[in-house]
């Protein structure tokens, strides 16, 4: 491989059954042009060392298996490129803030669980058909949550939040973008049912506005902004609670 | 061994586009029902996630159900059961709609409108379309969707490593649970495969890393024929080196396909005249394999454009503008930039075929039931006989939700009818059994590395199973691939030998079962002698061969040795076999000829 270029990850390794703590491996590996992150990953797999342990699965940036931090950033490694940190040394790391199950691989199960709360599914006012045919719902109507649909699940947001590495009750970035997605789609009347998530204190008032969330987002999702619109309408939700006798799910 | 277990009415392999419908559909009709829905990633992460382009259902008032049936039936080379595609093609529309009703942000006309795109190979315009990401928004509308189920349990990270059948009937699954690496038995009288594809077979190629094609190899292994395997789709216009995707959607909307010399090179085979904008079924419009077939003749020719990753062609989308590019094809223009170093509003991007779809797979009634009682197949791993020799773009998410949902119901019954427990004592013995050569593995002493054996496996199937093939190239492929299965069988070295997470196991585990399946793709190839679809032959047999190949090629396991082969009748219920022509061709032959 005469004149090829290399560079040398320091990959972050951690097994629960033989190791302490993490700690740090360097390989050094051949790479290119177009060679991303996780191809340099695969490269340390397939010929160097197969113990070394991550996710990944559509290389293309949308199944969201694949983030990391990568030099200290987090980022989905199939849609970093190693020149962009050449000469290197770059560092990868599992994300931020989540539990380690194995060298970069996380426990996502918070988050699920809390998807699965938050009712992020479409709840409609009348018990439809196809019979009845599709909903009406106009561009610009679609402009209102369609950002939020754009979440791959990837939890770069949780790892650059640090409201959540203080607490990980806080509902976080990507679940209340969600639980906005649906509120803002006019085809839905669930509102009610996802108020008691959103309202609590480890809902959208456990944000304190850092804003790195939107920041690191590979989607353009912009959590932040999610989690902004929906104070005014909490607040507002907050006093009416006080004035009803049940502040608690609504009868749609 | 296998401590534990888990006893549910249904078990369902799958959390992609076929295995969420199925799910949902077996919930709806019947709630009481205990559904276990395992995935060897966490359901959103599918490969369902990367399709861009649409899903196909009749929506405008100019278009009709026999349109897209004959589009089908041609697209497919006539290989295609005629009377599951009737089913189909009438089905197709109330699920686009279904999903609409769940929330997915279907592309909208300015009226409220879901509107549709062109396809290649399709009439009219006919796809339902989300921008470029619609097996994006499919997926995660099911995937949410699913949470309003209580009977759907999700069993995430779980490998399925084998199916169970008792004196003739499915029982269920063993599974290793990823996370721990302990088998796990699902007892269920009622399996459902929806496992994907097994387009990792080949090393150029456009799907995720998990589609692999153990659904496949697991219902072969245990007596069920693989149907159709010579047909694998390559598609026309993907990314060289990585053969990340590049949609068929760029050319709907207008984007066009230039040489070398810059020349609109499909009007040389057949599929001109060219226009300036997208006409249906013509130039850059045509059908897949055709489009391949002539990439491959323009790169023997030598006129194609050389890059760092091999040679390409330019897919030039600048005549549709900036907005019309930003608005339709986002995803397209963050790929093009961030992996072809390539910006598609400037310059065109460098495409080649990689494959991309396998036809073929477990065949099954138009209720998703496989040959084996308790066993049903949806999705890609299926070949329920809509596709023929050559899958049209857009029917395939539509097929998801079609026989998801009718493999999900017709379970849903079986479950109900044959009630849980009957098999109970020889599930556990055959769970163990399946789980010791697994394990055995993480012991192996000597043996390959993974990687070297998937690069041979890769390198066999592209050189001699690919958009070309001939009879030699066949015989090697099969010859080959009967050695490195006996390779695989002396052994995998690993690495990494804890249970923990060990992701290096299951690839050794996956590509066991892709040997097997590719060893069916290729001789099912060597045993049609025609060429017909993607099936393309550039010696003896070139041509379509009606007299003796309109049937489906049905491939039985032998354990060790070479599948044996054998032919089965097509269903041809209103279309008879007709030549097919795209372009001014098709026109001349008569309106519908194609
Ligand atoms: C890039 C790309 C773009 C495409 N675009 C379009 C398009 O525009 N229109 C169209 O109609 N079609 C398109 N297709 C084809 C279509 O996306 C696929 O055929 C379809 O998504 C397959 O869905 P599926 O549910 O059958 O399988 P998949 O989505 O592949 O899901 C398989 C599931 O099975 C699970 N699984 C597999 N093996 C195991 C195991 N051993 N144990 C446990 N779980 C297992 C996986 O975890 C996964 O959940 C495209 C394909 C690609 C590659
Ligand atoms: S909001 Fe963005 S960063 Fe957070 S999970 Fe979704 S896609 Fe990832
Ligand atoms: S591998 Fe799918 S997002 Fe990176």
């Known amino acids: ?252 | 061994m296998t401590e534990r277990s888990v006893d549910s009415d249904l078990v369902i392999v799958g959390g992609g586009g076929a295995g969420l419908r199925a799910a949902i559909a077996a919930a709806e009709a019947d709630p009481g029902l205990r559904i276990a829905l395992l995935s060897k990633v966490v359901p959103m992460r599918s490969h369902t996630v990367a399709a861009e382009g649409g899903a196909a259902g009749v929506a405008r008032a100019d278009d009709s159900l026999a349109g897209h049936f004959t589009d089908t039936v041609a697209g497919g080379d006539w290989l295609c059961d005629q009377d599951v595609v009737e089913r189909f093609v009438a089905a197709c529309p109330e699920e686009m709609v279904r999903l609409e009703q769940w929330g997915c942000p279907w592309s909208r006309q300015a009226d409220g409108r879901p509107q549709v795109r062109f396809f290649g190979g399709m009439t009219t315009q006919r796809s339902w379309y989300a921008a470029d990401k619609t097996g994006f928004h499919l997926l995660h509308t099911l995937f949410q969707t699913t949470l309003r189920y209580p009977g759907i349990e999700r069993y995430d990270e779980y490998y399925c490593a084998d199916l169970l059948v008792d004196d003739g009937e499915a029982c269920g699954v063993l599974a290793l649970e990823i996370a721990s690496g302990e088998p796990v038995r699902f007892s269920a009288p009622a399996v459902i495969l929806a496992t994907g594809g097994a387009g990792r077979a080949y090393g150029q190629n456009t799907n995720a890393g998990i589609v692999t094609g153990e659904g496949m190899a697991m219902a072969y292994a245990h007596g069920v024929p693989l149907r159709d395997m010579e047909f694998v789709q390559w598609h026309p216009t993907t990314l060289p080196g990585s053969g990340i995707l590049i949609t068929e959607g760029c050319r709907g909307e207008g984007g066009v396909l230039t040489n070398r010399e810059g020349r609109r090179y499909l009007q040389d085979y057949g599929l001109g005249p060219p226009e300036p904008w997208p006409r249906p079924k013509a130039m850059e419009l045509g059908p897949r394999d055709w489009l391949s077939q002539a990439f491959w003749r323009e790169d023997q020719a030598g006129r194609t454009v050389p890059t760092a990753q091999g040679a390409a062609v330019q897919l030039d989308l600048r005549q549709l503008g900036e907005a019309r590019i930003l608005e339709r094809l986002p995803l397209i223009t963050d790929v093009a930039r961030r992996f072809a170093g390539v910006d598609p509003l400037h310059a065109p991007i460098p495409v080649r075929p990689a494959v991309h779809y396998t036809m073929g797979g477990i065949p099954t009634d138009a209720e998703g039931a496989a040959p084996l009682a308790g066993l049903f197949a949806a999705g890609e791993c299926a070949s329920t006989g809509i596709h023929g020799a050559n899958r049209l773009g857009s029917n395939s998410l539509a097929e998801l939700l079609v026989f998801g949902r009718a493999a999900g119901e017709a379970a849903a019954r079986r479950a109900r009818e044959a009630g849980r427990r009957r098999h109970a004592r020889a599930a556990a013995q055959l769970a163990e059994a399946a789980a010791r050569p697994a394990l055995a593995m993480l012991r192996n002493e000597r043996g390959e590395r993974v990687a070297a054996l998937r690069d041979a496996l890769h390198a066999t199937m592209e050189r001699h199973v690919g958009i070309f093939r001939n009879q030699a190239g066949l015989e090697q492929a099969c010859a080959d691939l009967a050695e490195l299965r006996e390779r695989y069988r002396r052994g995998v070295r690993l690495d990494d030998r804890s249970r923990i997470y060990n992701t290096e196991w299951l690839s050794a585990l996956e590509l066991g079962h892709t040997l097997q399946v590719a060893e069916a793709m290729a001789c099912s190839a060597r045993a049609r002698l025609e060429s017909r679809g993607a099936h393309r032959r550039d010696d003896a047999y070139s041509e379509r061969d009606d007299e003796r190949f309109l049937v489906h090629t049905l491939a039985h396991a032998r354990g060790e040795a070479a599948p044996a082969l054998e032919h089965a009748p097509v269903t041809i219920t209103r279309a008879a076999p007709q030549r097919r022509a795209y372009g001014a061709a098709a026109e001349a032959a008569g309106g519908e000829g194609a």
Not at chain 1, 6 to 22: G, Y
Not at chain 1, 62 to 72: P, R, T, Y
Not at chain 1, 118 to 124: F, K
């Open chain 1, 1 to 252: 491989m005469a004149g090829e270029r290399t560079i040398t990850l320091e990959v972050q390794r951690f097994h629960p059954e033989a190791d302490e703590a993490p700690y740090l491996q360097p390989y050094t590996i051949p790479f290119s042009e177009g060679t991303s992150v996780l191809e340099g990953l695969q490269h340390i797999k397939d010929r160097l060392d197969g113990s070394l342990t991550f996710r990944w699965s559509c290389r293309m940036a949308v199944c969201g298996s694949c983030g990391c931090m990568i030099d200290g950033e987090p980022a989905l490694a199939c849609r970093a490129f190693l020149r962009d940190y050449a000469p290197g040394p770059v560092r990868v790391a599992p994300l931020d803030h989540l539990p380690i199950r194995r060298d970069l691989v996380v426990d996502q199960s918070d988050f699920l669980a809390k998807l699965e709360r938050a009712r992020t599914y479409l709840i409609p006012a009348d018990e439809r058909t196809p019979a009845d045919g599709a909903y009406r719902q106009t561009p610009e109507e679609m402009a209102d949550y369609y950002d939020y649909a754009q979440c791959i699940n990837c939890l770069l947001c949780y790892a650059a939040c640090p409201q959540y590495g203080w607490d990980q009750a806080f509902t976080g970035p990507a679940v209340l973008a969600l639980v906005q997605r649906y509120d803002l789609d006019s085809r839905d009347a669930g509102k009610d049912a996802r108020r008691a998530v959103v309202n609590a204190d480890t809902g959208v008032w456990g944000c304190t506005l850092v804003g790195y969330c939107s920041e690191v987002c590979p989607k353009g999702v912009d959590p932040a902004r999610a989690i902004n619109q929906r104070k005014p309408a909490s607040v507002a939700d907050y006093l009416l609670g006080w004035l009803r006798p049940s502040g608690g799910e609504g009868t749609p």
